[in-house]
DNA sequence: CTGAATATGGACTATATATTCTATTTTTTC
DNA sequence: GAAAAAATAGAATATATAGTCCATATTCAG
């Protein structure tokens, strides 16, 4: 019975699985099958529950957990909230280290906000509703104008949006909020809105929509999670959580469903 | 602050959320925030985890979930441990699903922008050079005036570093090209341009870092390849090469890198 | 069948974590 | 601007849970 290391990866903690599956006495085993069967439970459960999962006492689950190279439940636990919170480390606090180590090189920094991008776009594949996604679609599909809204950090987005929907031919405006006019008139019966806004949001974005929805105009909102004000206004909410990393969010998410949502309505519209 | 039942039901806990936002104490609001970011978190997580998360003490957090209905903590994170059903499939399966099933539907869309962002992403710390950024952060950080350009596509991407730089407190103008205004004088000595191009390369970007350099001011450019008209003229080339999917390039990698050069700039200011 | 080796169950202890309490600060109200 | 109310931070406490240990049971070799 080699200790050895702790896997550090599903996968690796896998193949371990599989290779002691047979040569274990009877209990063991019981844990090795429940644990193989139900991976996902490892994160959100407890030794007991996991021992009468299995059909054993506690301490066989230990020791289960030992063999597989871990010092204790803890730590094989920890390997499964780790990867289902997809690792999301806390950049706060690593951005905090780079500035105080201040000759950190761009390499460094470079390779933190690949790594929030990715993480972000991962984690948009697991949370994103398809369903809100092709409903947003439609809604936006039969607009007579969308008009785009987003401030600051949301505006590369809007302006992305516009640009995307311009090169396809679809009318739309983009709201700038300069000057503080608001172009409240320009939108009509038959016309859509498009808003983006992440916490804390615009007031000229909210505005907008909620003066957009009193009228019955169907507003769609790219936003950072479900519990937005606009929601109760009925809008359809399309929510990305973006991993950021110190004050600044990577957008790698919200730019990729804003092209997705671009890409779906242009095309519908053409084969309309 | 009335304690009524606690939420059953994950729609619930979003709706109390969402009644409660808006009248709750500072402390608390950062909780709420924390919390509708970050769902998924509360599954997996100790209060103290999400106290420090939501920039709270642990004890503020508490109040938090008793004001949300339920009697502590524990039986927050039971309602969504027990929500967690799990099976979450992992990156990879996920994406070949919804290729698949996706389709026409946005689905299918989604998953090919996000493996181009993803794509992209990686190839951007592959393929850039880490001397070149090291010395375009030492050229702007020195300027006075950092002048921001970028058109059409490279517009989202100019309008976000300029964000970045205001909020990070370095002088930044955004030239829009607005009203064929070009601001040339803007550009005075001591100063430096930072200019996001594309092939087929705007003309006023073009124009706008030609003269600079002319005037010896010197020049960043974030473009996508090294054969630039403007590295004769004496710029120096930060390439990305973005991955596309039908017309549409996704912008990931390039603004990855912008936020990296943006912060590393930010924080050398900072400590000089 | 007997003795050695191994596995198991359950009680015990240590520790991590949730929860409560109170002095202090902040906000509100008059 | 003072008094009252509410909110907050941090220490203190309670509790749930992981981890250990050892007596007993089981398996295996000869």
């Known amino acids: 019975m080699n200790e050895?290391?702790?896997?550090?990866t599903i996968p690796a903690f896998e193949e371990r699985l599989l290779e002691l599956a047979d040569r274990l006495p009877k209990?063991?085993?019981q844990c090795a099958e429940f644990v193989a069967a139900n991976q996902d439970r490892i994160a959100v459960s407890t030794v007991a529950e996991m021992a009468e999962g299995a059909g054993v006492q506690p301490s066989a689950f230990m020791r289960f957990c030992q063999i597989m190279g871990f010092t204790g439940f803890s730590e094989m636990q920890r390997l499964f909230r780790d990867s289902y919170v997809g690792g999301w480390p806390d950049y706060t606090t690593r951005l905090d280290h780079l500035r105080e180590k201040g000759g950190e090189t761009g390499g460094g920094l470079l390779a933190e906000f690949v790594e929030a991008g990715r993480a972000s776009l991962e984690g948009l594949l697991k949370t994103v509703d398809l369903q809100v996604?092709?409903?947003?679609?439609?809604?936006?599909?039969?607009a007579r104008v969308i008009h785009v809204i987003g401030m600051r950090r949301s505006f590369p987005v809007a302006s992305y949006l516009s640009y995307a929907f311009e090169k396809m031919g679809?009318?739309?405006?983009?709201?700038?909020?300069?000057?503080?006019l608001d172009n409240q008139n320009a939108i009509?019966?038959?016309?859509?809105?498009?808003?983006?806004?992440?916490?804390?949001?615009?007031?000229?974005?909210?505005?907008?929509?909620?003066?957009?929805?009193?009228?019955?105009?169907?507003?769609?909102?790219l936003t950072d999670s479900t519990v937005n004000p606009l929601r109760k206004a009925g809008a359809r909410l399309l929510a990305v959580s973006e991993v950021d990393f110190g004050a600044f969010r990577s957008l790698?998410?919200?730019?990729?469903?804003?092209?997705t949502l671009a890409v779906a309505i242009g095309t519908r519209r053409l084969s309309e």
Do not use: W
């Open 188 to 221: 009509v019966e038959g016309d859509a809105v498009l808003a983006v806004t992440f916490s804390p949001y615009a007031v000229e974005t909210m505005d907008l929509v909620e003066k957009a929805m009193e009228r019955q105009i169907p507003a769609v909102v």
């Open 170 to 180: 679809v009318p739309a405006v983009l709201h700038s909020g300069l000057g503080r």
């Open 133 to 142: 996604l092709d409903e947003a679609v439609a809604t936006l599909s039969f």
């Open 27 to 29: 209990r063991l085993r």
């Open 4 to 8: 050895s290391s702790a896997p550090a």
């Open 252 to 259: 790698s998410a919200t730019l990729c469903l804003a092209i």
